[in-house]
C-alpha cells in the first residue's frame, strides 16, 4: 500500500520560514515525478510546485516562485518544500503529490497518490 505522510505545518509568523517534509513508502519512489498543492476553503486544490524524477527540473506557481524550493531525497524517499517570506495568504492545507507522469502538472487529475495533508498558517 502506498503512502505519502506530511509533516512539518505549522503556526508561523508573516515573513518567516517553515520546511515541510513528506515521507513516501509502498511505491518506487525515485520512478515519480513529485510535487505539492495547497488547498483553503471553497477554492480548488491548486499545484504550487513540481520536481522531476530526478530533481533536475522544477516548476513553481508564479505566486510562490522566488520564496518556495521543491527538492527531493531519493535514496531517503522525501520530498522537501523550503518556504521562505511567508505571507498571510500562504495559509492553507499543504499536500505531497505522486503525479502519474509529466503531461498534467500543477492539476490533480495529474495526480496518482496524494498525501493527508499538513496545515499551515500564517498569522500575526
Known amino acids: 500500500q502506498v503512502h505519502l505522510v506530511e509533516s512539518g505545518g505549522t503556526l508561523v509568523q508573516p515573513g518567516g520560514s517553515l520546511r515541510l517534509s513528506c515521507t513516501a513508502s509502498?511505491?518506487?519512489?525515485?520512478?515519480?515525478?513529485m510535487g505539492w498543492f495547497r488547498q483553503t476553503p471553497g477554492k480548488e486544490r491548486e499545484g504550487i510546485s513540481y520536481?522531476?524524477?530526478?530533481?533536475?527540473?522544477?516548476y513553481y506557481r508564479d505566486s510562490v516562485k522566488g520564496r518556495f524550493t521543491i527538492s527531493r531525497d531519493n535514496a531517503k524517499k522525501t520530498l522537501f518544500l523550503q518556504m521562505d517570506s511567508l505571507k498571510p495568504e500562504d495559509t492553507a492545507m499543504y499536500y505531497c503529490a505522486a503525479y502519474r507522469g509529466s503531461d498534467m502538472l500543477f492539476t490533480p487529475a495529474g495526480v496518482r497518490y496524494w498525501g493527508q495533508g499538513t496545515q499551515v498558517t500564517v498569522s500575526s
Open positions: 520536481i522531476s524524477w530526478n530533481g533536475v527540473e522544477t
Open positions: 509502498g511505491l518506487t519512489f525515485g520512478d515519480y515525478p
